[in-house]
């Protein structure tokens, strides 16, 4: 079975900190996707990435990175001088199937504050 | 380019009565999610259509069913609501084949 974990439930930093919001999976199949996105107050799903088994690349964007690790399991996401606009609830995300989005398993998010 | 669009954006419904929502995908876009969110929850995944037909489906009570028309809006119809039903249901679209799936607003059920 699939699992998503983020171990942090809630973060706060100050302002232009750096923080790295944790996420561990559990799959059995070799291919799979993995997916950040951002919910801020206002409740709407914003896609951040979206990362395939095999690609095991980091990605940069902006102040986002991300660190794929498959002998974790893991897929950090890194936001580098945090600012007060970052503040949200952030969701890991895994699917296994081909079309990618089916069924996606949502971790339990980690809500993020960055206080001025 | 306009968005998912959902509505309507709140909906206040007494139990067992019936709710129906709706998701108008971004043009071309031939394949719709419903996401269900309760309260302090992750998004959980409902139902999902391909070029009108049902592709997939999760955690969906009986008592909710749903559809894709020609058009390929969605709606999502919910009877004899429960207080449990109370969430935030998101609709998502992607043209099969891309790699990005664009949420919708969500709807905000609340049922008393």
């Known amino acids: 079975a699939q699992k998503v974990t983020q171990a942090q439930t809630e973060i706060s930093v100050v302002e232009k900190e750096d923080v790295t919001l944790d996420c561990v999976y559990e799959t059995r199949d070799t291919t799979y996707y993995l997916f950040w996105y951002k919910q801020p107050p206002s409740g709407e799903l914003v896609f951040l990435i979206r990362?395939?088994?095999?690609?095991?690349q980091n990605e940069i964007s902006g102040r986002y990175s991300w660190n794929f690790q498959k002998s974790t399991s893991s897929f950090n996401f890194t936001i580098t001088a945090s600012q007060v606009v970052d503040s949200a609830v952030y969701f890991c995300?895994?699917?296994?199937?081909?079309?990618?989005?089916?069924?996606?398993?949502f971790g339990p998010g980690t809500s993020l504050s960055v206080i001025p | 380019a306009a968005g998912v669009i959902q509505s309507p954006r709140h909906l206040i419904k007494e139990k067992r009565e019936t709710a129906t929502l709706k998701c108008y995908p971004i043009?071309?876009?031939?394949?719709v999610y419903w996401y269900q969110q309760g309260p302090g929850q992750d998004p959980q995944f409902l139902i999902s259509?391909?070029?009108?037909?049902?592709?997939d489906k999760g955690s969906i009570p009986d008592r909710f069913s749903a559809q894709q028309f020609s058009d390929y809006h969605s709606e999502l119809n919910m009877s004899s609501l429960e207080l449990g039903d109370s969430a935030l249901y998101f609709c998502a679209s992607l043209q099969l084949g891309n790699t990005e799936a664009f949420f919708g607003q969500g709807t905000r059920l609340t049922v008393v």
């Open positions: 990362r395939n088994s095999f690609d095991e």
């Open positions: 259509f391909y070029e009108k037909m049902q592709s």
């Open positions: 995300a895994l699917s296994e199937s081909g079309t990618s989005y089916d069924k996606v398993i």
């Open positions: 043009s071309r876009h031939d394949t």
